[in-house]
């Protein structure tokens, strides 16, 4: 069935530091690819997306790349701030269908 | 400019008792997505439902557990007979229109079975 890896599982960075997390998907048929990050009790909120006639996009501090040959995506995160501390999902969506997100980075920005 | 929104925020059942969560969609979205998340676990997908059709239930245990989203009123997923391994958070999620982008996710229920 699809699927979605995510990795690393936790990150810890030094506030100013960047912060990668990656994503593979398994169904070559997903097109839409976003990011959501929660706080702790919090509901997940989207924080960047990329569809798949797009390889990069930018916002502010935050960017996501796309490879659809190996089916790769990542977010990255530049000048941490201990704000940007959460837990980090990816996803991937074939039109119709249920999203799938990965297992989750928790990511500490220490001060 | 109303969103997601989910009760009970938190709910204590004994084993063996129902429980429900509702989840009222933001205005004008007619699909609805019910995920679980376990403490320190990702998103699970349990059900995908229109207004009166279950579209995806691939997630969702077939004994105990149902979901219902009706022409009128809120989307409900109902457990029966809770067990301890059913305490989670149970989010609700919203689209527009078939899911081709972003989710709407409300606050979450949280289930404490004792």
């Known amino acids: 069935g699809e699927n979605v890896e995510q990795h690393p599982s936790t990150l810890s960075v030094q506030e100013g530091d960047s912060a990668v997390i990656k994503c593979t998907y398994s169904?070559?048929?997903?097109?839409?690819f976003p990011w959501y990050k929660q706080e702790l009790g919090k509901r997940p909120q989207l924080i960047i997306d990329?569809?798949?006639?797009?390889g990069e996009k930018k916002d502010q501090r935050i960017a996501v790349t796309l490879n659809k040959t190996a089916k790769h995506f990542s977010l990255h995160i530049t000048e941490t701030q201990p704000e940007d501390s959460a837990v980090y999902f990816c996803a991937a969506l074939r039109a119709g269908f249920k999203t799938i997100f990965g297992a989750g980075t928790r990511l500490f920005v220490k001060a | 400019n109303a969103g997601v929104m989910q009760n009970p925020r938190h709910l204590v059942r004994r084993r063996g008792q129902e429980a429900r969560l509702r989840c009222s969609p933001v205005k004008g979205h007619s699909h609805v997505y019910w995920y679980r998340q376990l403490p320190e676990e990702g998103l699970k997908f349990m059900v995908y439902?229109?207004?009166?059709?279950?579209?995806?239930e691939s997630g969702m245990p077939k004994e105990r557990f149902s979901a219902e989203f009706p022409k009128e009123g809120p989307s409900i997923l109902r457990i029966q007979q809770v067990v301890r391994g059913d305490s989670a958070a149970y989010f609700c999620?919203?689209?527009?229109?078939?899911?081709?982008?972003?989710?709407?996710f409300g606050e979450g229920s949280r289930l404490t079975v004792l």
């Open positions: 169904d070559s048929a997903s097109n839409y």
């Open positions: 999620a919203s689209s527009l229109q078939e899911n081709t982008g972003e989710l709407f």
């Open positions: 990329i569809r798949s006639n797009v």
């Open positions: 439902l229109q207004k009166e059709n279950i579209i995806d």
